[in-house]
């Protein structure tokens, strides 16, 4: 007889990943719209964030001066990508800055480790993982709060997008940069602001994937999580990060459960990368991303 | 014609200068080390070479080396990735006097194995590698050694039954297996089958996807399950993440038991209180209390030759398997120099060595490492020779052993070992050596 309750059980925990693959999601999302850049080095910059902020913490740091300190690091960071990487290589083809973002994702990583050494730390953010239980079905504690940080964070992004000066010249150079160059904005500074979300983004996913896995080399690894997710959700939309990040989530916890022991185990890596592949070839700007067209 | 004569002075004091720092190779016995100090194991690579390094630098500072014979090295980086290990492998293997190669990764091992057979050169894999490279007969030059993976399983097993009451106990429990989903982690998947049918235990075993970052699914099958235990055979970030979801899950951590690479600091430490009660086998205690250890920290602490950044890792699990991986390689070259002299051996005077190294609990004891491993006993067709295990259990902040050294099952599994070793040589046509194979080649 099929077991409603463990069926829930695996539908709510893996929408609650889910949502732990959309935090690094909405970092890839940010520069992509905004440059057409699929920067690879999101997932170096998410170590490299956890990594300062532990490493800091572990020397005496107070916690908040440590996430402060790590966000003006994490800031410098973002603009210096944008002085020393971005500008020099400004209308070159989107694999030329896909390959560049690849290289600094080597950079980073090992700056990381040479800066901070190659140990493995742990990371607690003062939320147990102990689980609760709700008619019957236990759900993490640790997990219901990743959800609301990246709940807030979407929305603090949806305000700032929609509400500020800056928000309204990402916007502009989303939808077209040679009209936003044409109207007077200033695409260096536009792109320096982007990264250096993108590097908030980082710092705030680092922590929590941080808590969860440890801080250590793999943290960057996370970014395989987040590619069918932007295949899913579309690669320049917020809101598609969140939904594809919650059918991933779902699909390959449920997948595994229930299809992995016909095929012998562990296919939730690759289950995930199937429904994205499918997903291309039926809607190749995922759920939520722009369709692109172009006159020949 | 002044020119030309200072020309020629300065090329002979730069021909004199080069020739003063050429190194000298008379009397030294040379280990190439592929080490990985730098990429996602650098943690594991630190300590074990730095354990390795510190014996090392022990024999030669104590004792002016192993007869007089210098102990020198030269690390190579790789990263734990196979290309650049062997890179490595053809840098350094033309220099005088190689020992042994140790490399401590199973992919790198994998693709020396035909090369040091043909270059007659040991290859040591400590607690890792083909298992049945065990079997001596079709591996002259490979090592596995004090414990092979399927010693491994066996130990755990053994473990399993004495928390039980015995290994009749053992019938009726359920056991679940949670494996890295690559080679290493399903190589003990059919000896797991053999001993649930041996003993009669419930068996699943379930597969993470490398490497192993998310496991909600898997360990909600688990607790649906309603296993009595689990063994975690994992490696890096699986290891951690483990142990978090089965507390996400309410899965008692005292009931999971870890194999051998799942049993560091580093697999523990980022999991937090998750990980406090976690039982883990080893085949070396941790912890600085031994006498060798105190030896280390006097003499080559003492000197400023230390090759940890970190003392607060001397004693942990990777440096003590480093030291103790560095006992044997040095052990193994002083019984070759009773036999063929007190000078730089050939690799394949080493391998008669290692095909001798016999240490009882009392050479173990005279050697300062009484606790913190029990006796080897390797013999020209049995390369792992027989190492004992122990559990260890991690408090919060350090690993309490908790058990006696426990013997795996050998005789159960030498069977399947040489089935295994037989179809490699039938498939590599080697020849299956005798007794009468074992002499050293001129």
Known sequence: MFDYQFFIEVLVGGLLSGVMYSLVAIGFVLIYKTSGVLNFAQGAMLLFAALTFVSLVERGVP????????????????????????????????????????????????????????????????????????????????????????????????????YTR????????????????????????VWAAVWTAAGVVALVAGLLWGARLGVQFSLSLVVLKALPVLVLGGFDSVAGAIVGGLLIGAIEKLAEVYVGPLLGGGIEAWAAYVVALAFLLLRPSGLFGQKLVERV | MLLSKSLRTAALAAALAIGAALPVYADEQFFPLQSYRVGPYAAGGTGFFGGFIDYL????????????????WEEGETQYEVERGVEVYERLKNHPGVAAWNPLSVGIAYAMIDRITKDKVPLITINHGRTDSTDGRVFPYVFPLLLNPYSETSGIVNYIATREGGTDK???????????????????????????DKYGFSLEQIEV???????????????????????????????????????????PVDHIIGNVWSNSEEDVIPAGDAAKGYVAITTQASGAEYPVLQEIIKTVYGAGKGNLDDKKRIGSVYHNLGIVNGILNVEAIRIAQQKFG??????????WGFEHLQLDPARV??????????????????????????FQQWDGVKWKVVSDWIAPDWASLRPTIEKSAAAYAAEHNIKIRTSDDTAVSE
Request: proline share 3%; net charge positive.
């Open chain 1, 63 to 162: 916690f908040w001066l440590g996430a402060g300190v790590t966000l003006v690091i994490m800031v410098a960071l973002g603009v210096a990508v944008e002085r020393v990487v971005l500008r020099p290589l400004v209308n070159q083809s989107p694999m030329a800055l896909f390959m560049a973002t690849l290289g600094l994702s080597y950079v980073i990583e090992g700056a990381a480790q040479l800066l901070w050494g190659t140990q493995v730390h742990g990371l607690d953010l003062g939320i147990k993982d102990i689980p609760f239980e709700v008619g019957g079905v236990l759900i993490s504690q640790f997990d219901l709060f990743a959800a609301a940080i990246a709940g807030t964070l979407v929305t603090a992004f949806a305000l700032f997008f929609r």
């Open chain 2, 170 to 196: 053992l019938k009726g429990k359920k056991i679940v297996v949670l494996y890295h989903g690559s080679p290493y982690g399903k190589e003990t998947i059919p000896i797991y089958q053999l001993l649930a």
């Open chain 1, 166 to 189: 800056t928000g309204l010249a990402f916007r502009a150079v989303a939808d077209d940069q040679f009209a936003a160059l044409a109207v007077g904005l200033r695409l260096s500074r």
């Open chain 2, 342 to 351: 007190k000078r730089t051996l050939s690799g394949d005077e080493v391998r």
């Open chain 2, 209 to 251: 996807p490398h490497p192993g970052n998310e496991q909600q699914s898997q360990w909600l099958s688990i607790r649906r399950a309603k296993a009595d235990y689990v063994v975690l055979r994992g490696w890096g970030v699986m290891n951690p993440v483990a142990l978090k979801t089965a507390q996400k899950v309410g899965f």
């Open chain 2, 365 to 390: 004891e005279a050697l300062g490492a009484k606790g913190l491993f029990h006796s080897i006993n390797v013999t020209w067709d049995n390369h792992e020779g027989d190492g004992r295990v122990t």
């Open chain 2, 57 to 72: 630098n022990l024999v030669n500072i104590r004792d002016g080396g192993v007869n007089g014979v210098k102990l020198t």
